[in-house]
């Protein structure tokens, strides 16, 4: 077997081998490269640089399965992935999710045993290659950057060209160089440490965790309480890894614990239902949203997944693995069943039930009684359920689509924030907080402002008008009042004859050196009007 040393002396020739061997991964790495050295001019998100591992595998998924005429036509996906790719956190996440379990499937079906090897397989050859990878590059950015440093000038040119080069390796060199180290057939040469890892350090620890599971549902039934939410995503968590190493002792025969792992599916049933009453109960209390929707389908599969244990002889990890794709796929890519469309209306129904009396004609008020909900403490966290609700679906629903439902409001007017989640961007600022209760007088009506813009000395606040032109409703001198040394409601709260705004926190920014634009920064502000 070639040692790591020896592979990145042949790495030069090992690269021009991988091209021709993988020519439509070899242009799609190039043609990555070259987009970002245009994108200054031609600016692409986030999320496309993030789809190429997608694209890249399953372009080599493409070219193992010996599927000529996808193979070729895999490499124009990126077309359509620049086009209409959106800021979209989970459809990147899952799409990398299939990724990885497109690499770990295999090309054709495999037992366990088979599945196991090919697993460890390619973990093995992928720490290699990012071993050689980052190798390369270190030694690339040491020679040219030393040039650049030796005979040119200016810091931001050799900034970029190091750049440059992280992103050459990352788009053509390493992945040329993970396409041919995969593709060599398995070996045991060198694997032992993960046998050792799985016997020795991750199979007495969910021993352990199992412990301190069953103890904590003993608990729960002699209490005869529900559990608290996150034990759903404990249990997911204890599960997943035990069916893990429980696919790799398949493959290495470790009989350490064997006694545990032989009645896996019997231990896992408590531990279920354990995980169906902790999912149950984070639902019914705050409705579906995307992660919750994620979570629901995690707690089915897992389910599905140790009573599948149970038949052995006509079951193994490899469906598993391809319903766990399907479901993803159709949680996240399919209009109307996908985890975002089910997450907006399970909130909509649940906003909806919770308080449709101070909804008027089905949208939100341009403005509630602050004053009730400080007296009543019920009414209060119904008002901050509805905030919840508002957010997620201002969040998450198309702006148009929200407007015409609710109203077109920048801030939901149902809770006022009182520090709990507070914000500090410079840790050496003077922090003014919030910390006594503001008298409002005659200043009853929360009102909510579509914007309040920072100026260099003061802050207005203001409501768009239908001509979308700031109407300034109040003038706030925050800046001459910390030149005054005022403090506590002297600095926090201003009003004009019509309006009242309270800031909950200010931060100062006047040491030296700081650019006096923006030598203070506000926390949360509740604007309130008298009312009528």
């Known amino acids: 077997m070639e040692t790591v040393s020896g592979r990145i002396r042949s790495f030069p020739r090992q690269l021009v081998r991988s091209a021709a061997s993988f020519p439509v991964e070899a242009l799609l790495g190039v043609t990555f490269f070259v987009l970002y050295l245009l ?70 079906k495999l037992e366990d045993d088979a599945l196991a090897e090919h697993d460890v397989h390619v973990v ?58 995969l593709s060599e057939k398995p070996s045991s040469d060198n694997s032992r440490i993960i046998g050792i890892l799985t016997d020795k350090v991750l199979a007495p620890a969910l021993v352990l965790y199992a412990m301190i599971l069953y103890v904590y549902a003993a608990i729960i039934l002699i209490h005869w309480e529900l559990p608290v939410g996150g034990v759903a995503y404990m249990v997911l968590s204890f599960l997943a890894v035990a069916l893990a190493v429980y696919l790799l002792r398949t ?36 409705g579906l949203t995307t992660s919750r929707v994620y979570l629901l389908a995690l707690v089915v599969l897992m389910t599905l997944f140790v ?42 129904r649940r906003l909806e039930r919770i308080l449709p009396e101070v909804l008027v004609d089905g949208k939100f008020p341009v403005s509630v009684n602050w004053t009730e ?47 709990e ?27 909510p402002p579509e914007e309040y813009i920072q100026k260099e000395d003061s802050v207005r606040v203001y409501f768009l008008s239908k001509k979308q032109q700031p109407d300034t409703l109040l003038q706030c001198p925050i800046l001459d009042r910390l030149n005054a040394e005022a403090s506590g409601q002297q600095l926090l709260v201003y009003e004009n004859e019509s309006y009242k705004a309270v800031f909950y926190w200010i931060i100062d920014y006047r040491g030296p050196g ?10 949360e502000e509740a604007l309130f009007r008298k009312a009528e």
């Open 421 to 447: 989640k507070l914000y500090h961007p410079n840790k050496d600022g003077i922090e003014h907080n919030l910390t006594e209760k503001v008298d409002l007088g005659d200043f009853t009506m929360l009102v």
């Open 373 to 419: 909900a400080e007296e009543d403490p019920a009414v209060e966290a119904l008002w901050k359920q509805v905030a919840e609700g508002w957010d997620y679906l201002k969040t998450n629903m198309p702006p148009d689509a929200f407007e015409e439902r609710y109203g077109s409001y920048g801030k939901c007017p149902f809770v006022l924030l009182r520090g």
């Open 39 to 108: 994108d200054e001019k031609y600016h692409a998100s986030d999320v496309f640089w993030l789809s190429f591992f997608p694209l890249y595998v399953l372009t080599f998924t493409l070219q193992r399965l010996n599927w000529k005429i996808p193979y070729v036509l895999s490499y124009f996906l990126w077309i359509p992935v620049r086009l209409l790719c959106k800021e979209s956190g989970w459809a990147i996440g899952i799409a990398w999710l299939l990724a990885v379990i497109l690499l770990l499937l295999g090309n054709k």
């Open 124 to 181: 093995r050859q992928t720490f290699i290659a990012f071993l050689i990878g980052g190798t390369l590059l270190m030694v690339l950015e040491a020679v040219f950057g030393s040039i650049l440093y030796l005979f040119t000038s200016g810091r931001n040119s050799i900034d970029k060209m190091l750049a440059d080069i992280a992103v050459f390796v990352a788009f053509i060199l390493f992945p040329l160089l993970c396409c041919t180290l």
């Open 514 to 523: 700081d650019n006096p634009v923006k030598n203070f920064i506000t926390g």
């Open 307 to 348: 009573l599948m244990l149970f038949r052995k002889r006509t079951w193994n990890f490899q469906p598993m693995a391809l319903i766990l794709a399907c479901v993803a796929v159709l949680l996240t890519y399919i209009p109307g069943i996908s985890a975002k469309d089910l997450g907006i209306r399970s909130q909509q």
């Open 251 to 286: 493959h290495f025969g470790e009989r350490n614990f064997a006694w545990f792992f032989d009645h896996l599916s019997l231990i896992c049933l408590p531990l279920l239902v354990l995980l169906w009453i902790g999912s149950l109960r984070r639902l019914s209390d705050y």
